[in-house]
């Protein structure tokens, strides 16, 4: 989506005036066709569709979004955003909701997902792309559920789905981007 004015928008409610300004995405542009909804991967397992969290961002119901499982469980496929035929990156605004939820302190109602997020950005840092095997093995020692889906994880590993040695590609651009980052958030 190209550039958007959201320095004011008097039909825009103070949460969604935020949601915006942290994603840079004009929520008031979508017009709940469902699109989005439809091709989530995810949505099974949501308590509120991505066209819902757009919908109540828009009324400004900041407690439904900020408190929902949907947030927490978007995966950031962009499968979401590839079909908004208002071009409304709505895999961007997620991220910005749980960004708006975490400088609030709100604590994730997924529990496992700040846990899961932290070691993700970690296991990137780390090696310049996500290494499966290092962030199941973080996720385990965190959560201390060592056996807990372990006959999934072999299967994985037998069709050749976890590789056993990271890939090293990409790691000093990953590097210099997270360097970038804490220089400009340092500002």
């Known amino acids: 989506m190209s550039e958007i004015n959201i320095s004011y928008n008097p039909s ?20 709940q066709c469902r699109k ?9 397992a949501m308590d509120l569709t991505p066209t819902q969290i757009i ?3 828009r009324l400004g119901l900041e407690d439904m979004v900020l408190s929902s499982r949907t947030i927490w469980l978007c995966a950031s496929c962009q499968t979401c955003t590839t079909r908004c035929p208002q071009g409304v990156d709505i895999a961007r605004v997620m991220d910005a909701a749980r960004i708006v939820a975490m400088k609030k302190g709100l604590k994730p109602s997924v529990k496992s ?4 997020f932290y070691t ?10 996500m290494y499966e ?4 093995m973080g996720l385990k020692l965190k959560s201390g559920e060592f056996t807990k889906d372990m006959k999934l994880g072999m299967e994985m590993f037998r069709k ?5 040695v990271p890939s090293f590609k990409g790691m000093r651009d990953t590097r210099r981007i997270y360097r970038a980052v804490k220089k400009e958030e340092s500002r």
């Open 12 to 31: 825009l409610s103070p949460f969604a005036l935020a949601l915006s300004r942290e994603s840079r995405q004009d929520v008031n542009a979508c017009f």
């Open 36 to 44: 989005c909804a439809v091709g989530c991967p995810v949505a099974f």
């Open 55 to 57: 919908h109540a961002a």
């Open 113 to 116: 997902a700040k846990r899961f």
């Open 120 to 129: 993700a950005v970690k296991n990137i840092r780390r090696f310049g792309r």
């Open 133 to 136: 095997l290092g962030l199941i």
């Open 160 to 164: 050749g789905k976890i590789k056993l």
